[in-house]
Structure formats: structure tokens, C-alpha cells
């Protein structure tokens, strides 16, 4: 595959954002859409926890996700910061094309 989504969380908008135009400033996606109001729900050292999230989908090369998911890495505040990678295995042309282009 050539091009992926990233899905991100984040702990609020301001991070959010500030992770988002990072990645969007240093070619490593060609855009991202953030989105407030997640509740996640998950295990974190033995408990549960509930928390508010905002969730970002980023586009991207498939080549580029290991350099992405470690810059994200470095910009996060968590611990271990929710970074994956979902192949797109078709699409649009022209938007295709847009996401080399801008990540080139």
C-alpha cells in the first residue's frame, strides 16, 4: 500500500492542534482532521479508565509512518501515545495524488 490513515489521540484540542500542524509543517502528512469529543474507555495499570479525547486522522505515505508515529512519539504528552496506521487500499485518484504531493 502506498498511503495510509494515522489515528491519533490526543488528551485535548491544544495538543491536538499543535501535533497536527507539526506534522502538516514538516511534510509528514498532507492533512489531518481533528476530532473533539471522544470518550475512550480503556485499561491503563491495572484500572479503567474514562477519558475525553480529541482524535486525529492523518494522511499520509505509507513510507513515512515509522519517521510520523516516532515525531508524534516525541510531541505527546502520554505515556504511550495511540498512533496507528490503517492502509487505504483505494480511493479517490486526485486526492491520492494530493497526498504525495504534499508529503514529497
Not at 501515545?81 to 486526485?94: E, K, L, R
Request: charged fraction near 25%.
Amino acid at each position: 500500500m502506498k498511503h495510509s490513515l494515522i489515528y491519533i489521540t490526543c488528551a485535548d484540542e491544544v495538543e491536538a492542534e499543535r501535533i497536527a500542524r507539526a506534522l502538516v509543517e514538516e511534510r509528514l502528512v498532507a492533512g489531518v482532521n481533528l476530532l473533539p469529543g471522544a470518550r475512550s474507555v480503556y485499561r491503563w495499570q491495572g484500572k479503567v479508565e474514562t477519558a475525553a479525547e480529541v482524535v486525529l486522522i492523518a494522511q499520509t505515505r505509507t513510507d513515512l509512518v515509522e519517521r510520523l508515529t516516532a515525531r508524534v512519539v516525541g510531541l505527546h504528552s502520554y505515556e504511550v501515545p495511540c498512533v496507528v496506521a490503517i492502509p487505504i487500499t483505494s480511493g479517490n485518484p486526485a486526492f491520492l495524488r494530493w497526498i504525495e504531493d504534499e508529503t514529497g
